[in-house]
């Protein structure tokens, strides 16, 4: 089974702050420093927008600006996972794997809110994505309607325990803890993946027929690339805001009999402060700066332990005039050991890459330590 690195499917943007692209070069990284291919992975189906679906066709333009070479592109809406997902609940519903069972929900006019009438959604603890209780009673934020008790067949799967779960290495502790506390609410619960109004895929189970949840066409991606395409997720980078998402992935995964991954990573929101200068977006960023200096910009946040990190633009400059000072663009493989992968992940390197920016102002490329060589060759190699 071939081994990639990669990252919970994201929705693609339209010319999106730089900061999007911090995940991209993460597994750029990565993906040198493992030799392992960095496989895309998109969540298009459930981004609509204006009615629209928007295409990854912006992503693979600015990740070629880039200079990041992806091997291979997954997207949810790719007719191979639609099958895939449709095969897998109506064998799941044979085999027990899935069961049909009545359930209350509360059901918005416009369908967009949906959720079991279980205590836990109905309190105000956690913030909702889709509605808001106001005096008990439940109002969909998408269509302002009211939300009402209904009961249904619904497709439930059950989640596994999380008791014998396998040890997985979570960077940065944070995640690790946070992760865990998902695993634990999600462990042994009902899953209901089917939904009362239409959305994308439907799914017929003799004279049924159910509408998928819109989540449940990239949550099992972990399980559609393993078994359709014999491909293992080695390390599996998400942003910060997707940890209820990766513990459902993980959960599921293990559910459906898949290899789990090493290695999760969550990365940080990237707020770039541009000072005086004029705030950039990616495009222009990257005419202005170039892919390699905009890789080693946006490679400082790999191993950064915070939710949050602050960029200055002001240090894209003087990587630039440190990379004048390079040999060639193209830097040659280190010939030192390489370390491995966890060292450049327990601490963020932002410092680190600040002081090989320092050192090669100076012409002193030989006073780069090991680690710092293989970083800087890491984040500059390219196949691209
Ligand atoms: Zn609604």
């Not at 944070?174 to 695993?183: D, K, N, Y």
């Not at 400082?300 to 990379?323: F, M, N, P, V, W």
């Amino acid at each position: 089974m071939k081994e990639v690195i990669t990252h919970m499917p994201l929705s693609p943007r339209i010319n999106p702050e730089l900061g999007y692209y911090g995940i991209h070069t993460q597994a750029h990284i990565i993906s040198n420093l493992t030799e392992k291919p960095y496989l895309l992975t998109g969540n298009e189906l459930g981004s609509k927008k204006g009615g629209k679906i928007e295409g990854m066709e912006g992503v693979l333009d600015d990740l070629r600006r880039l200079d990041i070479c992806v091997s291979k592109i997954w997207k949810d809406g790719d007719a191979s996972n639609i099958s895939f997902i449709q095969d897998l609940i109506s064998t799941g519903v044979n085999n027990g794997l899935i069961s049909m069972e009545m359930r209350e929900t509360f059901l918005c006019p416009c369908g967009k809110t949906e959720f079991p009438n279980l205590p836990e959604n109905l309190s105000g603890k956690q913030e909702k994505t889709t509605y808001e209780i106001k005096d008990g009673i439940v109002i969909c934020k998408v269509c302002g309607g009211q939300a009402i008790l209904q009961r249904s067949v619904s497709l439930i799967m059950k989640l596994p325990d999380e008791a014998d779960f396998p040890f997985i290495k979570i960077y940065p502790p944070f995640a690790q803890s946070e992760i865990r506390e998902h695993l634990n609410f999600f462990a042994g619960k009902d899953y209901i993946l089917s939904r009362s109004s239409p959305r994308e895929v439907a799914v017929s189970i003799g004279e049924e027929r159910f509408w998928v949840d819109s989540d449940f066409y990239w949550i099992p991606f972990i399980c559609h690339l393993q078994q359709e395409m014999k491909i293992k997720v080695e390390v599996l980078l998400t942003g910060h805001k997707t940890l209820k998402q990766v513990a459902l992935s993980l959960l599921m995964a293990k559910r459906l009999g898949a290899v789990l991954p090493e290695i999760v990573i969550a990365t940080p929101y990237i707020n770039i402060n541009f000072g005086e200068r004029p705030r950039l977006k990616t495009e222009e960023f990257l005419s202005k700066n170039g892919s390699g200096v905009t890789r080693l910009f946006l490679g400082q946040t790999l191993g950064a332990d915070r939710k949050l990190i602050c960029l200055q633009s002001s240090e894209a400059y003087l990587i630039a005039r440190a990379l004048e000072n390079l040999p060639s663009a193209e830097l040659e493989r280190p010939t030192g050991e390489k370390p491995p992968l966890e060292n450049f992940l327990h601490r963020g390197n932002s410092c680190r890459i600040r002081g090989i920016s320092k050192k090669l102002r100076r012409r002193g490329y030989e006073q780069l330590e090991n680690i710092e060589r293989w970083l800087l060759w890491a984040i500059l190699h390219s196949n691209s």
